[in-house]
């Protein structure tokens, strides 16, 4: 998969016109037998630097090319590396995982004393279908670990982002949430739920506090860095975060999937200190009305 993303910083607006940067990504996927399967991805973003444009080098049909990016300069992209997996333990229940790899230094790791240059991510899952011997009841349960400074890079151009928005995860990185997931349908009528609880590390953003912690995907790693050791998922201004989404409805038209449906979000933000940018906040929505599904809307951040 190729992509072409935008930078919409001020900063790196020319003319009027916005920065530009490539994506390229691969992915393998391998049954090793009826019940496991394994996946391997890797994902390389660079910028178009001298209207270099799309790299030719970049290219490859074939996966673990990131020797490609060294060979064309080491600083010339930002390359993302990971491992998934999926086990069927019966026919109600699916086990996944996957495994994120930004960066890695072998000597840190062995240190033990939690490197700032050890940027990764993991996510553990369970999908339980017809759960509990109920037709058509799926229930998951997933938990998200990412490490401060993960997605981010030396160039902020370079980071995995696109119109000021993150596309490795909504909340950039430093951060850890469980989500649990209910979804039910009899008939024509459904009914859905999730709630997500999580913890972020964000940025005070002060005159007595301009330290980059490691959330912000859109401030460079190699500066204001408040220490190289001792680095944790929540450093920083530590944020609790919890939301509620539960809808229900009856299904009208299954051609158009036209649907009446109501729904109750409920979002808690807050923060330990707060500051202009960062503060409690609590908001609920009640909706009601008809729709198709043409889109699938996301409400997660």
Not at 157 to 184: C, D, K, M, P
Request: charged share 20%; proline share 2%.
């Amino acid at each position: 998969t190729y992509m072409w993303l935008k930078d919409v910083r001020p900063e790196v607006t020319l003319e009027k016109t916005y920065a530009t940067k490539f994506m390229a990504n691969h992915y393998l996927s391998w049954n090793v037998s009826n019940k496991l399967n394994l996946g391997f991805f890797e994902s390389v973003v660079w910028t178009d630097t001298n209207n270099r444009g799309f790299d030719i080098n970049f290219v490859n049909p074939i996966i673990f090319y990131r020797s490609v990016e060294f060979s064309s300069s080491s600083r010339s992209g930002n390359a993302l590396l990971g491992i998934t997996s999926k086990y069927k333990w019966n026919n109600n229940i699916n086990l996944y995982a996957q495994f994120l790899l930004d960066e890695f230094s072998m000597g840190d790791m062995k240190s033990g004393d939690n490197s700032w240059k050890n940027k990764f991510g993991y996510q553990l899952g369970v999908k339980y279908y017809n759960a509990f011997e109920v037709k058509d009841l799926l229930l998951q349960l997933e938990y998200n670990h990412v490490r401060p400074y993960v997605y981010s890079h030396s160039a902020v151009i370079t980071n995995y982002g696109h119109n000021n928005q993150s596309i490795g995860h909504q909340w950039g990185g430093n951060f850890e949430e469980l989500v649990a997931i209910g979804r039910y349908h009899k008939g024509r009528y459904f009914a859905d739920a999730k709630f997500t609880i999580g913890t972020r590390g964000l940025d005070f953003d002060t005159a007595e506090d301009s330290f980059n912690y490691g959330g912000n995907i859109y401030k460079s790693y190699d500066e204001k860095r408040p220490y190289d050791k001792g680095v944790k998922v929540g450093q920083g201004n530590k944020t609790s975060i919890f939301i509620a989404d539960v809808q229900g409805g009856y299904l009208i038209n299954p051609m158009t999937n036209l649907k009446f449906f109501g729904s109750f979000i409920y979002r808690n933000f807050d923060p330990t200190k707060e500051t202009a940018t960062t503060f409690k906040q609590s908001t609920t929505w009640f909706t009601i009305g008809l729709r198709s599904d043409i889109f699938n809307w996301y409400f997660d951040y």
